[in-house]
């Protein structure tokens, strides 16, 4: 462990992007971390702990943009946040509105890597960094002449004329502590049970008061779906808003340096039904590495499976996938469309724009 935050700044080859983490064996300072958010891992012989991070914002998740609060000011927010990356600006923000709201002794990193391509994120030394988004957002409205020259730009960009804000938020807003939403909660909770983690999964960081209905109406046939935790609960509430899927649901929970699933639930033996079946495997992707891994393991018990890449963070994941969910919906990746616009040096908003402007 290094003597401060930035002595433990170490680069993931698995996911190609710095993280923030150290590992350790002592006591106190897993029980100092863990109350500040940081996340514990169980290692061979140590545990690895690993600091909080949050994402600012992201151009391919639904979820990320009613938090921001509408299509056009998550576009106007990603570019000015680009922006200010690129001229050197952002850390001397952050640093003010640290100085601003008296948050003292809070140290930040925005990390690089290959698959950060749709979205931009930021690790901090404690559970605080989750306050970030709202309080850059903030500062850049605040700033009137910069914010509308962004969102006039925006607009020009989005032929915002085209987007149906009502067809884009099309949400129940009753659904928190509805039958369906304590039906999930009791899954998970079940769920939980079959894990063995340091740190235990908390759906309640997930809660919300609302359903994107139709998330994922438009599904590709398949006999089975796989979900990779703990991702997939996320957007399990959408998922499993067609009432008859959780029989044919599977969750399997894969590291990229296991060679096997390391946990099937609800039942092992479900493997043995995949045989000559179509499985749709599902997950949110930054390299696409875990459904390739998947994929060959399906493959290897004689099932045909298909990838669907949610909310994809780069061009490879993309590329690699059989379906994507992006923002809303849900395209082929050999769609004619979307080759084309993955050649494009500025893809992310390009695709952006496609998927807003077009209703099919």
Known sequence: MGKNFFDNLIFDLNYKRNIVGFETNNLKVLEEKYNLGWSIYIKNHAFFVRAPEDVIVDLSDIFKIIKI????????????????????????????????NNLKDFSFIIPKGDFFETQFRMIGSDIR????????????????????????KSLSFL??????????????????????????RNLIEKFQLFRIQFKK????????????????????????????????????????????????????????????????YPDIDLIKNFKNKKILIIDTVFSGNTLNKLYYFIKNHGGTPIKMAVFPKSKIAIEQSNYILFVNKIIESNNLNLINILKEKNWVKILYRYILVNKN
Do not use: C
């Not at 970030?132 to 850049?140: D, N």
């Not at 009137?144 to 020259?149: P, Q």
């Not at 649901?249 to 099937?264: A, G, S």
């Open 159 to 184: 032929n915002s004329n085209r987007i149906s804000y009502k067809d884009f938020f099309k949400k129940n807003v009753v659904y928190h502590n509805s039958v369906q939403d304590i039906n999930i």
């Open 201 to 264: 999964f908390k759906y309640s960081s997930y809660l919300r008061n609302f359903l994107i209905s139709g998330l994922f109406k438009k599904l590709p046939e398949a006999n089975f779906y796989v979900l990779v935790p703990n991702g997939s609960f996320y957007f399990l509430p959408e998922f499993l808003e067609s009432k008859n899927r959780l029989k044919y649901t599977v969750f399997i929970k894969l590291h990229l340096d296991d060679k096997e699933p390391y946990l099937i």
């Open 69 to 100: 609060g509408s299509p056009i000011d998550n576009l106007v927010f990603y570019d000015l946040i680009n922006d200010f990356i690129a001229n050197g600006k952002l850390n001397d923000l952050v640093n003010f509105i640290l100085k601003k």
């Open 129 to 152: 960094i989750k306050q970030m988004t709202k309080l850059l957002l903030k500062e850049f409205k605040k700033d009137k002449k910069t914010w509308n020259k962004y969102y006039k």
